[in-house]
């Protein structure tokens, strides 16, 4: 039987809110003790990565009160009811089922006589047969020529995500001879965006993935008729140039506009969806379906790590008891998310979304207002560059930010260069590690402007180089941090209701139908 | 007589804080009484830029009061202070003359005999002259042929700033003929980052610009070895291939290494170098000297507008001054840059440095522990874009972030489409003006699911189109800000002792000089 109750009327959060402050985070980690911690406390991850969080302020004392909330809080029942098909997202009425584009994790899921996870498979398969058509020349444009790129257009769930996971393994796919077609990606509705995506493209040799669940998002609508005006400018019939990723009842679905079409559906949210076809049909056709097919390996084996009950098992759980310590006992308001990696650039983009998006709410699952703070604010850049830039703030200013790094022992291209005694990705490495120590221990001097009073906490995934494998445990870790952390909250993660004012104030603008301050702002920027 | 004093020991600071919530946003702004607000509550800016801050939360009274913090605070002469050459960058003891790159705002200032305005200019006047050489033919690579590409390699100031003008102006220069030579940048020591450049441009045909001050950072002089290693691979003579932007103190300055040295100085810091020549090599290069010289002239008709001490007459000063009520008396620990302009999607990353690193400081000038919040957490993405991910928290999380929205009634690239009776552009600002109204004044509905608190505060910078003017106007907009805040604060906003640590710590793991806690994170990573 699972209790849907608030964080705050836990016995296990009060245990926890007594701890407060019981951990001396520079004492914790300095001399031998400070080793000891590093070996201590690290917990491994699907596909070899590991979670170490020995530079969080925490001990055996507070990880037993994280294990009596996980327990109390139901977090490993709770997500055995997602995964075996229960009504989740109780706003909107659906399951969530994003795991299931991915591997079986317990029941068969079925929906009006259909099994959810052989429908993911078999729209999975047909985009890898699609990419593999493309790939031989079998697809082609209208004069017979292979398609050189692909362009994503959506926005939101159906850029972030897979924008960011293509950055991540271009270089190892050019690296490891499997990058097949170049992905851009447009998004936004500046017609800049567009505009500037087209002008540095072959057009002729493009072939246009357009993403819309519903198939009535504005912006990607719009883009897609950019596009469509673009290509016949140039004498080419958009249909040889366009697939659709959308519902199948939506209007796109059996439209002749579109060379193909692939089917996700509302079980699946856009910001849960890169490991659908959302993601799957441009990284398949970027990479090939077998690097796909390794990416979603890599989440399906996080997703097995996320079911364990012993926390110390099971990392996604630990993280995101960690950051409720953080956010609702130490009062931190925000967390960056700092990967050692030039290929993550947009991951913490796509974390901002995942986060932000499924738990920055002020209500709980049953519309009550909730009297203790939720998600927070999330942001990030890849390190060493954050280093030379925000870094002063998380070191000296007056608040303190936890820190999530990630790092990887090898680089994906392959070159490097000795300068000084090391490699470029030894520096690299030594620096992150360098940064949880000076964050953590700070340090004393005579000059106060240069004193760092450290007991700032960070944790750090590492792993031996981002592949397709890891780069997909990464991704579902993630998911299922912020699942749990709904599930402690007492949040509805799935559901975004806080995004439609806009919208509904923006088709009034466009229809001219405002007053007051609306209707000065309108006028104010001419629309 | 300048005095230097703490925030919480104004007068006016007190009377500040009594006005805590004396504003009723929603309230404020609805009916025509919000229409009078957003009348009555905008300055022009310069280039023909306006702030409208008729969403923030004051009124004539905390606008009373801000002013005379400004006065009591002595912003005014402070500034002026610092524009005449005075020590304001005490802990470095130096001065602070980003604002002399871009014109002549008070006395002459010479130091050691030197003429610095005439020396900033002297160093444009030679990046505008090797530029017109390079675009001329004049300037080739060793096979005499045109130089397409040019590659900034540049790390934290010498990087995210003229990264951001770039992207900001690439579709205004392509649609204006003005596009000379595309540019890239290489600026994490992660060795996939120089190898990603690398292997997308034509490197026979590219000018690599080398950007350090010192002539000692480690992530820029590697990527440099990184660069010429590749160079010579393929043949070519990486002295043929290479320019410095460095002072002439460093060990770059003579060097037969490169192709011209152009200098700066340390009286310029890094994130306030896009004015100098660290932007201007490069942007020149991009974009011809006279863009660059559009791009200073709008950043010094706004640095002339920060010197008006009637604050309803300085942007930059009210600007900074509701932050730190928000800040101070709001306690609203971060703040989202959110631009409608796909152009300045890298422009929130430059800002989260030029704040960040500026204010996120815990002690005064004089080195003594400060009692109040100093600089807050800055993050953003491009609108629309961020309606889609992480708007959701800022509508209805449990913490309020205040908003600095910039919009545009023109785009860049001259082209759109029409749909459903309505431009791209349209749609674009028709969703920033719902959007400050739906945060501002929220929505009741009988599902709190679907209630919106408003009360979230928002400004907007509204300008005709992003130009080199206007970009120049924008940029210098915010430097002033994060300068009038610093004064308020009483920091020093102009060094970055928190950076140093974690270098020094690097270099330790590197020298496999370390124990305890560093030696077992290195150990992890394999360093």
């Known amino acids: 039987m699972i209790n849907w109750k608030n964080l705050d009327t836990l016995a296990a959060f009060g245990k926890l809110a007594a701890l407060k402050n019981s951990v001396n985070l520079p004492e914790a980690m300095s001399g031998e003790n400070g080793a000891a911690r590093v070996a201590k406390y690290s917990v491994p991850m699907a596909a070899g990565l590991s979670y170490n969080f020995a530079a969080k ?112 393994l271009e270089n190892w796919a050019r690296q490891n001879g499997t990058l097949k077609l170049d992905a851009r990606f447009i998004s936004n509705v500046d017609p800049d965006d567009a505009a500037s995506v087209l002008k540095t493209i072959d057009v002729a040799h493009s072939l246009f993935v357009l993403v819309s669940k519903s198939g009535t998002t504005l912006e990607t609508l719009t883009n897609e008729s950019f596009v469509k005006d673009a290509l016949k400018n140039l004498g080419l019939d958009p249909s040889k140039h366009m697939v659709a990723v959308t519902s199948e009842t939506s209007p796109l679905a059996k439209s002749s506009d579109y060379l193909a079409a692939f089917f996700m559906d509302d079980f699946i949210g856009g910001r849960y969806s890169s490991t659908s076809c959302v993601g799957g049909v441009v990284l398949s056709l970027a990479f090939g379906p077998e690097v796909f097919a390794r990416f979603l390996d890599g989440a399906h084996q996080a997703d097995m790590t996320a079911k364990e009950s012993n926390l110390m098992k099971n990392p996604a759980m630990l993280d995101a008891l960690i950051g409720v310590y953080e956010r609702n006992v130490l009062g931190y308001p925000s967390t960056a998310v700092l990967p050692y990696s030039q290929a993550l650039s947009r991951f913490p983009a796509h974390l901002q979304q995942l986060d932000m998006e499924s738990n920055g709410k002020h209500v709980n699952r049953f519309g009550e207002p909730l009297d203790y703070p939720t998600g927070p604010v999330i942001f990030g850049e890849p390190g060493t560059n954050g280093q030379h830039s925000f870094y ?110 806009g919208k509904v104030l923006a088709k009034r603008v466009l229809a001219h139908e405002t007053d007051g301050a609306l209707k000065a702002y309108s006028d104010l920027l001419a629309i």
Not at 133 to 148: D, L, M, S
Not at 419 to 429: A, F, Y
């Open 57 to 168: 302020t925490v001990d055996d004392d507070v990880l037993e009160a994280l294990g009596e909330l996980a327990a109390e809080a139901q977090l490993t029942e709770k997500f055995a009811a997602l995964y075996n098909g229960e009504v989740i997202n109780t706003g909107e009425k659906r399951l969530v089922l994003h795991q299931l584009t991915r591997g079986q994790l317990g029941d068969n899921v079925v929906v009006e006589g259909t099994d959810k996870r052989a429908f993911y498979v078999g729209e999975q398969k047909k985009a890898a047969d699609f990419a593999e058509k493309v790939h031989a020349g079998e697809i082609t444009n209208a004069a017979g020529e292979k398609f050189t790129t692909v362009v994503q257009i959506g926005i939101g769930g159906s850029d972030l995500g897979p924008r960011a996971m293509y950055l991540a």
């Open 392 to 501: 002063q703030l998380l070191h000296q200013g007056t608040d303190i930010v936890p820190l999530q790094f990630v790092g990887f022992r090898q680089n994906q291209a392959g070159m490097d260069v000795d300068i000084q005694g090391s490699t470029s990705q030894q520096k690299l490495c030594a620096n992150v590690a360098a940064q949880i120590m000076a964050f953590a221990c700070g340090k004393q001097d005579a000059n106060p402007n240069k004193t760092f009073e450290g007991g700032r906490p960070s944790s750090i995934i590492i792993g031996e180089q981002l592949t397709p494998e890891t780069l997909g445990a990464l991704l579902a870790h993630f998911e299922n941090k912020v699942m749990f952390q709904g599930f402690c909250w007492n949040l509805n993660s799935f559901d975004q209701e806080g995004v439609q004012l």
